[in-house]
C-alpha cells in the first residue's frame, strides 16, 4: 500500500501529469487523424508548465499553507523532546555529508538543532527509514547533527517509520506525555500535527524551510518561469493530496500501526548507542 501510494501520488504531480498529457497529444497528433484533440493536449500541456512555474501563481497558492503555523518562539516553559521529520538523502562519499542530506532535510535539521541548543537539557529525535539505500534517513542526520556539534547522548533514533502518520505513532511511545517541539518544513506542518494528535501527542509547531515569499520585488523574478516556484507548486500539490489521503483513510477507518517496541524486539532505535563515523569533509 505504501509504495502503491507514492507512486500514484509521484504520476498526479503537476510536472509529470502535463508532460505525460504533451506526450498523449504527441501521439495523437502522429497517429492518429485526430488533429484537433491532439493540439488541445499540447497547448494545455505546455500553458500548465507555464502556470505551475509563474511566481504569482506558485506562491499564491502555498504561501497560505505555510503561514498557518507560526515560527517557533522559546518560552520560559521547558522542552524535552525536538523531534526533526526526516525528508530523503543519498550515499555519496564523494559528497560532504551535509550534502547527502536533501535540502529539506538540512534546512529541518539546522532549525532542529537551534532549539535543541535552547534547550541543552532536551533529546533530539531524528526519524525516517532508508528508502532503500542501505542507511536509514534518521542516521544520516545524526552524522550531520554530530558533525555539527550534537552530542551523541542527546539524539534518539527512529529508524523504520516510512511516512509521517508511522512517525507520530512510534514518536508517541517513546514522548509519552512530555514536552515536543516538531520540526518539518512549513507546509507540511498542518497535516503533520494531525498525524501527531492522532497519536495522542500535543507538539508545540516549529515550520522550517519556507519556500513562498511575497516580498519578491524585482520584475524578472516574479514574472518568468523558474523551477523554484514549480516547486512551490508541487509542494502545495502534493500536501493537498496528503490531506485528502488522511480524510480517505480516517473514513476508511485504517488500523493504527503499533507503537515503538523496545530497541531489542524491534529494529526501531530509540537511542543512539552505536559510534558513527563522520566522513571527513
Known amino acids: 500500500m505504501f509504495e502503491l501510494k507514492k507512486i500514484i501520488s509521484a504520476l498526479l504531480m503537476p510536472l509529470p501529469a502535463l508532460l505525460l498529457l504533451g ?3 504527441l501521439m495523437l497528433l502522429w497517429f492518429t487523424r485526430r488533429k484537433g484533440l491532439a493540439s488541445v493536449c499540447i497547448a494545455f ?6 502556470l505551475v512555474s509563474f511566481q504569482p501563481i506558485a506562491t499564491s497558492l502555498l504561501r497560505p499553507l505555510e503561514r498557518e503555523n507560526e515560527p517557533f518562539i522559546p518560552s520560559a516553559e521547558t522542552v524535552d523532546f525536538v523531534m526533526v521529520l526526516g525528508s530523503g538523502h543519498v550515499i555519496d562519499h564523494a559528497m560532504p555529508i551535509t550534502s547527502e542530506l536533501s535540502r529539506t532535510s538540512l534546512m529541518r535539521l539546522a532549525e532542529g538543532l537551534r532549539i535543541h541548543r535552547l534547550y541543552p537539557e532536551s533529546k533530539l529525535i531524528l526519524s525516517g527509514y532508508g528508502g532503500g539505500s542501505g542507511v536509514s534517513q534518521a542516521r544520516m542526520m545524526a552524522k550531520v547533527a554530530l558533525a555539527l556539534g550534537a552530542k551523541k547522548n542527546d539524539i534518539l533514533l527512529l529508524e523504520t517509520a516510512r511516512d509521517t502518520w508511522e512517525e507520530a505513532f512510534q514518536a508517541a511511545s517513546v514522548v509519552g506525555d512530555k514536552k515536543l517541539v516538531l520540526v518539518t518544513s512549513a507546509s507540511h506542518m498542518t ?11 500535543k507538539p508545540t509547531p516549529a515550520p522550517t524551510n519556507f519556500l513562498a515569499s511575497n516580498k519578491i520585488k524585482q520584475p524578472w523574478e516574479r514574472y518568468k518561469p523558474q523551477a523554484k516556484y514549480l516547486e512551490q507548486t508541487e509542494r502545495y500539490w ?4 496528503g490531506q485528502w489521503w488522511q480524510s480517505l483513510r480516517d473514513q476508511l477507518a485504517a488500523p493504527k500501526p503499533e507503537p515503538a ?18 566522513q571527513p569533509s
Open 238 to 241: 502534493h500536501e493537498t493530496m
Open 191 to 201: 497535516r503533520a500535527l494531525y498525524e501527531f494528535e492522532q497519536a495522542g501527542l
Open 23 to 25: 506526450f498523449i497529444g
Open 261 to 278: 517496541k523496545p530497541l531489542e524486539d524491534t529494529q526501531v532505535s530509540t537511542q543512539l548507542t552505536q559510534p558513527v563515523a563522520v
Open 45 to 50: 500541456a505546455f500553458l500548465g508548465i507555464f
